[in-house]
């Protein structure tokens, strides 16, 4: 079974970080991508940003990309988030998810590829 926790979510101001974890079990990084992605509101779930450790492949949004940082802790066996200057339209639930569809790629276009998901972790970021 596959089961995936994040933690690391919280209140910030804008231009502060947070560092989101995902710990993951039951699933080898080699054998498939871990996503992240965030929902507002009203607003449908966006791919923030992908790994997958076999080809050391890395994805990120347009909105994200020079500020958020993806990386795995094998030894922990941990996906973490850095995320950096954050904004106010960054605010959003934040998830982790596992896609072991084949070929084994990060891709965050395609939500459905990504069969489970973690509880997800509030981040808000104020004005």
């Known amino acids: 079974e596959v089961q995936l926790v994040e933690s690391g979510g919280g209140s910030v101001q804008a231009g502060g970080s947070l560092r989101l974890s995902c710990a993951v079990s039951g699933f080898a990084f080699a054998n498939g991508a871990i996503g992240w992605f965030r929902q507002a509101p009203g607003k449908e779930r966006e791919g923030v940003s992908c790994i997958q450790s076999r080809d050391d492949s890395t994805k990120y949004s347009e909105s994200v990309k020079g500020r958020f940082t993806i990386s795995v802790d094998n030894a922990k066996n941990t996906v973490y988030l850095q995320m950096d200057n954050l904004k106010p339209e960054d605010t959003a639930v934040y998830y982790c998810?596992?896609?072991?569809?084949?070929?084994?790629?990060?891709?965050?276009?395609?939500?459905?590829?990504?069969?489970?998901w973690g509880q997800g972790t509030q981040v808000t970021v104020s004005s």
């Open positions: 998810a596992v896609d072991q569809l084949t070929p084994f790629r990060c891709q965050i276009g395609a939500i459905r590829r990504y069969k489970t």
